[in-house]
């Protein structure tokens, strides 16, 4: 387990230096946050680095648990490098692989000194161009409200950077006679992928709130674009059934803790040469 750098101080009450979060991605499909297909289908993505941001308006959503999750399905070789918010000087860029790198944010909001806004938002999309990639939280409630703000005046990110963005992974959270309620709404995929094509977004992924079941874009369109986006030249479907073979698995074996996930996810990738 690889950690370039620790997280700074009020990290969502997240991991300690040597990354080691509450909550793993088996966490949360046995709570129901998210089922183990749609699971598969983003382990997809963070197995090939995508950047993702994790999105929703109220605090406490568990926007940072849900994304050090995720990111605890990256391929053992990449590292995370903790940005450090308004003090963040960036000079991890020298002493990092852009490919074998996550840049994390907190949040990218100019609320609390902790998180990421600014210049320092443009520099992060700058270094995603050059191969790095981005995992971060932001206060918003769909793909538009997360591009308004990387387009605000303070922020100023380009289109053309504005297309290295993959993923924005909107939560549901809210109270019931149950408790709270924490759910994966949508899975947004970026389209664009040249810059010929305008900025879109195309729900992959979709939380059914009356049945409280999740489900994927199968459609032909759906599959081909995700397997373009991807880059995937194998059978899309045979590669997300592996996946969440390999989560049902560990479940049903009892794993849970973060670490037993990244040890299980270092096997799954000595498994295949």
């Not at 000087?89 to 490919?99: A, M, V």
Request: glycine fraction near 8%; charge should be negative.
């Amino acid at each position: 387990m690889v950690t370039f750098r620790g997280p700074p101080g009020r990290w969502g009450g997240g991991p300690p230096a040597e990354e080691a979060p509450s909550l793993s991605i088996l966490h949360l499909i046995e709570n129901h946050t998210l089922d183990s297909a749609t699971a598969a289908l983003l382990w997809l993505f963070v197995e090939r680095k995508a950047s993702l941001i994790v999105a929703s308006p109220p605090r406490l959503a568990g926007k940072t648990p849900t994304l050090m999750a995720l990111l605890g399905l990256r391929r053992p070789e990449v590292q995370l490098a903790y940005t450090q918010g308004q003090r963040e000087d960036f000079s991890f860029l020298k002493q990092t692989e852009p490919s074998k790198t996550y840049i994390l944010c907190n949040e990218i909001s100019p609320h609390l000194s902790v998180y990421l806004w600014g210049e320092g938002v443009l520099r992060v999309f700058q270094a995603v161009g050059r191969g790095y990639s981005l995992g971060s939280t932001m206060h918003a409630d769909s793909p538009q409200e997360v591009m308004d703000d990387l387009r605000h005046p303070e922020v100023a990110v380009p289109p053309d950077l504005l297309r290295c963005l993959d993923l924005v992974v909107n939560l549901e959270a809210g109270y019931t006679r149950r408790g709270v309620l924490r759910r994966v709404r949508e899975v947004w995929m970026q389209e664009a992928t040249s810059a010929r094509e305008a900025l879109s977004f195309r729900a992959i992924a979709r939380w059914q709130p009356h049945e409280d079941t999740f489900a994927l874009d199968q459609s032909p369109q759906g599959l081909e674009a995700v397997q373009k986006r991807l880059g995937l030249s194998g059978d899309m479907e045979a590669e997300l059934r592996r996946h969440q073979d390999a989560l049902e698995g560990w479940l049903a074996e009892g794993v849970r803790g973060y670490n037993e996930v990244r040890q299980r996810v270092e096997a799954f990738y000595r498994g295949m040469g």
